[in-house]
């Protein structure tokens, strides 16, 4: 008899108002209805803009590489990287590397018994993950000019009190840094 397929689980949100719950729920679901037993879990419960996400990436990567699993079953692609389709063909090609494959929940064609197929579809998605990217932050960036543009505050009105302590990162700290230097330049 066959030893049960090992598998680790990669899990990741975007922003820190979403949550893991429903992606954890589902991969194990998957898990235990193929008889896969979870040997480990990748949570990531923060935006993979600042790269923080790549730690826990290479860890995972490191396990891939020792044997310490068999299948790394993931949400969908784009929670693996948004990066494009170089980066997110290098993070499938090392885990297969490694004789792991990566088995994505929400795109059952990675699956398939040709590599190269699913290459050319992992290819298509991972274009799609970054463009869409891309679009988020563009978007993000024109509302942000048009409150400028009429006057309204962006960010926090003054006076405002955080009910945690927030993050600073990304263009929310490039635009405070810079609102730091035109102050102390006036």
């Given at each position: ?39 480990t879990e990748y949570v ?143």
């Open positions: 008899m066959a030893e049960p397929t090992r598998v680790a689980l990669w899990c990741r949100v975007s922003t820190d108002e979403q949550t893991t719950d429903n992606q954890l729920t589902e991969l194990r679901q998957m898990a235990a209805r193929r008889g896969w037993t979870v040997v990531l419960t923060e935006s993979a803009w600042n790269g923080k996400h790549r730690a826990e990436l290479n860890q995972a990567m490191q396990s891939a590489r020792l044997g310490e699993y068999d299948v790394l079953l993931v949400w969908a692609l784009d929670r693996l990287s948004r990066e494009g389709v170089e980066a997110t063909l290098g993070i499938l090609r090392r885990f297969r590397q490694h004789s792991v494959p990566v088995v994505s929940l929400q795109e059952s064609w990675t699956e398939t018994g040709d590599p190269h197929f699913a290459e050319l579809l992992s290819s298509l998605y991972a274009w799609m993950a970054h463009v869409e990217s891309q679009r988020r932050s563009e978007r993000t960036k024109a509302g942000l000019a048009r409150r400028k543009a009429e006057g309204k505050p962006v960010g926090r009105l003054p006076g405002a009190k955080d009910r945690k302590p927030r993050k600073r990162s990304g263009y929310v700290a490039r635009w405070e840094h810079e609102r730091a230097a035109k102050a102390a330049a006036s």
